[in-house]
Nanobody
Framework: QVQLVESGGGLVQAGGSLRLSCAAS????????MGWFRQAPGKEREFVAA????????YYTDSVKGRFAISRDNAKNTVYLQMNSLKPEDTAVYYC????????????????WGKGTLVTVSS
């Protein structure tokens, strides 16, 4: 079974940057689309970004476009989320996810979830 382990969360000031990492093990990482989700206090878990198996296509929710960037390094079995110009509204637990298939589709379900890493943005 695949395990996903997030890291890189922490406390940052508004306007700052943070890079999250998600390391995968147990399967061929390059075969699957990957994504990031987040859940803020009192909110439902929401989609943030996704990347297809090769990294040639990326997708973002409107609220993070132009500020966040998802990328992957298949040789290292790792997916990243670079977060710039952070806002207090970005405060949430961020979860890494592995999809069922190679290409991302909004209707796809999640095969595996990480346990999350907390990002707190102060004002």
């Amino acid at each position: 079974q695949v395990q996903l382990v997030e890291s890189g969360g922490g406390l940052v000031q508004a306007g700052g940057s943070l890079r999250l990492s998600c390391a995968a093990s147990g399967r061929t990482f390059s075969s699957y689309a990957m994504g990031w989700f987040r859940q803020a206090p009192g909110k439902e878990r929401e989609f943030v970004a996704a990347i297809n198996w090769s990294g040639s296509n990326t997708y973002y929710t409107d609220s993070v476009k132009g500020r966040f960037a998802i990328s992957r390094d298949n040789a290292k079995n790792t997916v990243y989320l670079q977060m710039n110009s952070l806002k207090p509204e970005d405060t949430a637990v961020y979860y890494c996810a592995q999809y069922w298939f190679r290409d991302y589709d909004p209707g796809d379900g999640i095969q595996y979830w990480g346990k999350g890493t907390l990002v707190t943005v102060s004002s």
